[in-house]
C-alpha cells in the first residue's frame, strides 16, 4: 500500500472533502501537464514548489514580468453546457496575454482550482485546457493547486486562476516612450467575448427567454459562441517584434478600447479609431441588439472583435501585418496616434 492509499480522514470525508479524489485528479492530469514540458522545469508536480531554471542567454539584463487573472462569471456558461477544457485556455491566455504586451516571452504557469467539491475527471478536463493554453503560449505548466471548499462553493461549480512569469531584456521592454503622432494602430482579431463582461452578457441571454442549444447563422450554438475560448497572441508578437520596433501593446480585455487602449499611450498623445474599420464580431452585434446596449457601453466593456493591439510607424506598418497574417493573424489597421489629451477618440 503506497503512502497516498494509506491517507484517508473518514472525518474530513464526513465534512465533505475526499483527499483520495485529490490524488486521482493528479494521476489524472499528469498526462496533460506532459505536454507543456520545457527545457527549464526541473521538477514535476506534486511537491510544495514548481522548480524552473531561466534560460537567460541573449539578454544582457533580464527582467522578469509577471501576471495573474481568472475566468471570472465566463465559467457560469461552462457549468451550464457541462464542458470543461477550454476555460483553462482562457485562464492561460489573460495572463500570458498581459504578459507579452511588455513584450516579454511567458516561461512558466500555475493554475488554482476551488471547487465544490473534487470530480477528478472534471479537474483534469479544467487542467486539460490550462495545459493547451500553456502548449499555445509556450510556457510550462510547473504546478498549481486544487482545493476542495463544500460549503463555500457549490457542489458543481468551482473558480479558476492563474499566474505565470515571462522574461524580457531591460533594453527591449515595450514601454511608449518612442511612441510619435502619425503612428499606426493594428487590430489582432479576437474569436469573440474572450473572457470579459460575462455578467452582462449572462443578464442579457440567462434570463429565460433564449436558449444556450439555439443555432446561430455561422452554424454554432449559442453555448458554443459564448464559450469560445480566448485568443493566445504570444507567439504571432514575438514573432513581429523580432520585425518590427513595436512601440506599444494593449490586450483589450474588460473595459473595452476605452480603457485598455489608453493603457499603452504615453501622456499627451491620443488614439484616433476609425470607428467604420473596426471589423465587429456577429456575436457583439447580437448583444447590443438583445441587450439593448448603446454603441459606447459596448466599446466600453468589450473587445468588439479586437483582441489586442499594436503601435507601429508608418514605414513598418505593413510589415508587421505581413508578419501577424504569416503567423496566422488577420491583423489591419484600425487608427493612429496623433497629440492631444483626450486619450482616445472612436469616430
Partial sequence: MSEKEKSFSASYAAAGVDITAGYKSVELMKKHISRTVT????????????????????????????????????????????KHDTVGIDCVAMCVNDVICCGAAPMFFLDYIACGRNNPERIASIVSGVAEGCVRA??????????????FYPEDEYDLAGYCTGAVDRDAIIDSSAMEAGDIIIALPSSGAHSNGYSLIRKIFLDGRHDLSQKLGDGRTLGETLLEPTVIYVRPVLETIKKVSVKGISHITGGGFYENIPRSIPEGKCARIDRDSVKVLPVFEMIAEEGGVPERDMFNTYNMGVGMSLVVSPREADTAISVLKANGVDAYAIGEIADGDERITIS
Fill in 138 to 151: 509556450g510556457c510550462a505548466l510547473i504546478g498549481g493547486e486544487t482545493a476542495e471548499m463544500p460549503g
Fill in 39 to 82: 527545457p527549464g522545469v526541473l521538477s514535476g508536480i506534486g511537491g510544495f514548489g514548481g522548480l524552473y531554471e531561466p534560460d537567460f542567454s541573449g539578454m544582457s539584463h533580464p527582467v522578469l514580468v509577471s501576471g495573474t487573472d481568472g475566468v471570472g462569471t465566463k465559467l457560469k456558461i461552462a457549468f451550464l453546457l457541462d
